[in-house]
């Protein structure tokens, strides 16, 4: 089965074991869903790095390899058009697509529709969102029914999110990180500057992992790595961008699992 972002909602809800929201993409990514094998989770950890495609996961995996140590399944996604991040985003946490979340080209407001927070909410379990000041990610979900932690850069969302885990109030954490699509807009999405966020932001997910199974022993969780869509090098500025219906720019891999 080909599955997109808005596959996303119902596998965590179907791990959950709570009610998708109304008006969600009703099916779940199988695959996920086997990984469990018939257990809910108590816990998320839903760590979402921007524009990290297929194609620079599968080049780079000095930086990637560790992470399959971590995750036991890579699966395949499409993003959606346009791919960009404020569309991605909202049709990743609402499990529907554009022309229904609204968004469908760069701009950022918060959306109206139910998402995985409302689910989890219904549910009496608690989300937060930790990201970026004036992010896509940030101001999409702003009216939604979850704390929204912000900061400054990556390392910053690194280090509040140790301090979320270590506190541990919370039923799903989503970590969002944005310095590799920063860095690669600047740039290209190979330069040393790049590549440096990218790596980084593989040693981030391994190691807020590693903290989420310590503090969460005897809890199970479900463990991501999720990102919205992937890049290019414009042709013509010659720099990083996005957005098209490339497949450099659509395909992506969703990590997954379980603690």
């Not at 108590?42 to 990637?64: H, M, N």
């Not at 049709?91 to 979340?101: F, K, L």
């Not at 959306?111 to 989300?127: M, Q, S």
Request: aromatic share 8%; hydrophobic share 40%.
């Amino acid at each position: 089965m080909n599955y997109t972002l808005a596959n996303v909602p119902a596998t965590i809800c179907k791990a959950m074991n709570i009610p998708l929201m109304e008006g969600a993409e009703t099916q779940p990514i199988n695959e996920v869903i086997d990984l469990l094998k018939g257990e809910t989770v108590e816990r998320c950890l839903f760590f979402s790095p921007d524009a990290v495609g297929a194609w620079i996961f599968d080049k780079y995996p000095q930086y990637t390899d560790k992470l399959m140590d971590v995750y036991a399944l890579k699966q395949p996604l499409s993003s959606v058009m346009p791919s960009v991040t404020p569309v991605c985003y909202a049709t990743m946490i609402a499990g529907v697509m554009p022309e229904v979340h609204g968004i469908q080209k760069y701009e950022k407001y918060p959306i109206t529709v139910e998402t995985i927070f409302h689910a989890l909410k219904a549910a009496g379990k608690k989300g937060c969102i930790i990201a970026k000041t004036d992010s896509s990610c940030e101001i999409i979900f702003r009216n939604a029914p979850c704390d929204v932690i912000e900061t400054e850069s990556d390392k910053d969302a690194h280090q509040k999110a140790l301090e979320i885990i270590e506190k541990d109030e919370y039923d799903f954490i989503l970590v969002y990180e944005c310095e590799y699509d920063d860095n690669m807009h600047a740039t290209q999405p190979e330069t040393d500057f790049a590549l440096g966020a990218l790596k980084y932001n593989a040693e981030s997910a391994v190691e807020l992992i590693a903290a989420a199974k310590k503090k969460w022993e005897g809890k199970k969780a479900l463990i991501t790595f999720s990102p919205d869509h992937g890049i290019h090098t414009d042709p013509v500025t010659k720099l990083g961008t996005h957005g098209t219906s490339l497949d450099e720019d659509l395909k992506i891999y969703h990590l997954f699992g379980v603690l």
